[in-house]
């Protein structure tokens, strides 16, 4: 009898044991998802190839720093520093997220540290992370997404429009009378530039794109003077017919070697070439002539939004509120979205991309 009693009582824990497995692996399953997230990855870390990109789940949510807020992401726009990414040939800024992306919209999960309240709808950069249901950013850095924009309309402005607006303002010094060169006219900050120049008194605004269609379009909808299709059109020749020898004022490149000479010859006496991609490769061929930039007193500054610190995002945010955004409400800007895909078609929008298939600007959405 007394045997069989402890039989029973060795038994009791084995009973009871797997209740506790359980609840212990509820909480702990639960607590996992609230610790992770989605977010698009590349297969291998880096590929040349769009179809290696993916949705990949249990990815750990970003840990908010000092001065940071947590944004649950319902929309991020795509770039084309992103393919360089994903390839391996685009250089981080310290600390920034190895996930690709840099602008989003969406709804503030946390902001303990930051006027902001939890629920808010804001837009805004990032140094990266974007790609993903939530990201961790500085909050100088985002602002207040206006209720008549959609999140799919707000994600399309931070990148495009603030590098259009540093560009042509701050670096190029774009002035009310100026003459300027657009290239890329109808990528995303092309159709930004060109917006922004005609509305603040750009005078002569030439753009180049590589197809009748696209020229049509920046002439009929954006209101360019003209539009040059670089694949059966010198630009250097046309700026020159077109400024009656004089040249431009400014310059927005994104080519780079291809079109340097070309650029040269475009400018006027003082002018800025502002060099924002290198599309055509990283250096120019030898023999070219330097002496243009001495005898014309050229000035050649090249850019890129995402190397800057936090404090000059932040205050060129502000600016851009408080100077151009009241045109983007509806004083003659207009946001250019070629399409908006769900973040599950995410290989089809980059090869879109890459293939120069968009007018505008291309938005990925988080159901």
């Not at 084309?80 to 920034?96: E, F, N, S, T, V």
């Not at 701050?170 to 530039?193: F, P, R, Y």
């Not at 991609?277 to 050649?300: N, V, W």
């Not at 946001?335 to 298939?357: F, G, P």
Request: contains cysteine; aromatic residues 6%.
């Amino acid at each position: 009898m007394l045997r069989a009693q402890r039989r029973l009582h060795n038994l009791i824990p084995h009973f009871i044991t797997p209740r506790i497995d359980h609840h212990q692996r509820h909480n702990t399953a639960l607590h996992w998802r609230q610790m992770s997230m989605r977010a698009v990855q590349v297969k291998g870390g880096a590929s040349n190839l769009a179809s290696d990109l993916y949705v990949a789940d249990n990815i750990d949510r970003p840990k908010l720093k000092p001065h940071e807020v947590l944004v649950k992401v319902r929309a991020f726009g795509l770039n084309r520093m992103d393919i360089l990414q994903r390839m391996g040939k685009y250089p981080l800024p310290p600390g920034a997220s190895t996930i690709l992306g840099v602008e989003f919209s969406g709804t503030v999960e946390d902001a303990a540290s930051s006027d902001l309240k939890t629920g808010s709808q804001v837009f805004g950069l990032a140094f990266g992370g974007a790609y993903a249901e939530y990201i961790a950013v500085d909050a100088g850095m985002v602002v207040t997404k206006p209720e008549h924009l959609s999140h799919a309309q707000a994600a399309a402005i931070p990148e495009n429009w603030l590098t259009a607006y540093q560009c042509l303002f701050l670096v190029g010094q774009m002035k009310e009378g100026d003459n300027v060169l657009i290239h890329a006219g109808a990528s995303g900050v092309g159709t930004s530039a060109n917006q922004l120049a005609r509305v603040f008194g750009a005078k002569h605004i030439i753009t180049t794109a590589g197809s009748k269609a696209k020229c049509k379009f920046l002439k009929e909808k954006l209101g360019v003077t003209d539009a040059i299709n670089y694949k059966t059109q010198d630009f250097a020749e046309e700026v020159k017919k077109l400024t009656d020898g004089k040249g431009v004022d400014v310059v927005l490149d994104f080519v780079g070697p291809d079109y340097w000479e070309k650029n040269i010859a475009s400018l006027a006496r003082d002018g800025r070439m502002v060099l924002i991609g290198l599309l055509s490769g990283m250096k120019t061929r030898e023999g070219i002539d330097m002496a243009q930039i001495l005898f014309k007193r050229l000035r050649i500054e090249g850019t890129t939004l995402r190397s800057r610190t936090p404090e000059y995002q932040a205050d060129l945010l502000h600016q851009f509120k408080e100077k151009a955004m009241p045109k983007l409400l509806g004083e003659g800007l207009d946001l250019i979205i070629h399409k908006t895909y769900d973040w599950s078609q995410i290989v089809e929008a980059t090869q879109e991309m890459e293939q120069a298939k968009n007018t505008g600007k291309i938005v990925m959405t988080i159901g």
